[in-house]
């Protein structure tokens, strides 16, 4: 399973990805940072990898469609600090062992996982 971590995601989350077994590249290491929304979204789907961020504008599926996306996952933390992200980011992991967000979206809460299929 292929992931591309948003800039808006600490870079750990890529190194606990790999270490699960799974390919993380960042939005960071390709030189991407501060590009738009649209342009991250089109460089996901190219390569055909899972889109993983914090960045809300994904969860809308009119600019978003799911379908048209190898998955979109989006993280939702009560507070944005790096420990508890990377909480939702273990969560994740073991999400992903049972299912593939192929042309879904979803959203990581600390208390569930919700799955938006289009």
Same mark, same amino acid.
């Given at each position: 399973m292929k992931?591309? %971590?948003d800039e808006n995601l600490p870079a750990d989350c890529a190194v606990i990805l790999r270490d699960a077994? /799974? @390919?993380a590249d960042t939005v960071f290491d390709e030189r991407l +940072?501060? $590009?738009d929304?649209? +342009?991250i979204a089109s460089r996901s789907? $190219? @390569?055909d990898r899972i889109l993983a961020t914090l960045d809300l504008d994904f969860s809308n599926i009119r600019a978003y469609p799911p379908s048209q996306h190898a998955g979109i %996952? +989006? /993280?939702r933390p009560k507070r944005q600090d790096k420990r508890i992200v990377l909480m939702l980011m273990g969560r994740l992991i073991l999400a992903l062992a049972h299912r593939a967000p192929t042309g879904e979206l979803w959203i990581v809460e600390a208390?569930? %996982?919700r799955f938006? +299929?289009?």
């Amino acid at each position: 399973m292929k992931l591309k %971590i948003d800039e808006n995601l600490p870079a750990d989350c890529a190194v606990i990805l790999r270490d699960a077994g /799974l @390919e993380a590249d960042t939005v960071f290491d390709e030189r991407l +940072v501060g $590009a738009d929304d649209s +342009v991250i979204a089109s460089r996901s789907r $190219a @390569e055909d990898r899972i889109l993983a961020t914090l960045d809300l504008d994904f969860s809308n599926i009119r600019a978003y469609p799911p379908s048209q996306h190898a998955g979109i %996952i +989006v /993280l939702r933390p009560k507070r944005q600090d790096k420990r508890i992200v990377l909480m939702l980011m273990g969560r994740l992991i073991l999400a992903l062992a049972h299912r593939a967000p192929t042309g879904e979206l979803w959203i990581v809460e600390a208390n569930r %996982i919700r799955f938006r +299929v289009q």
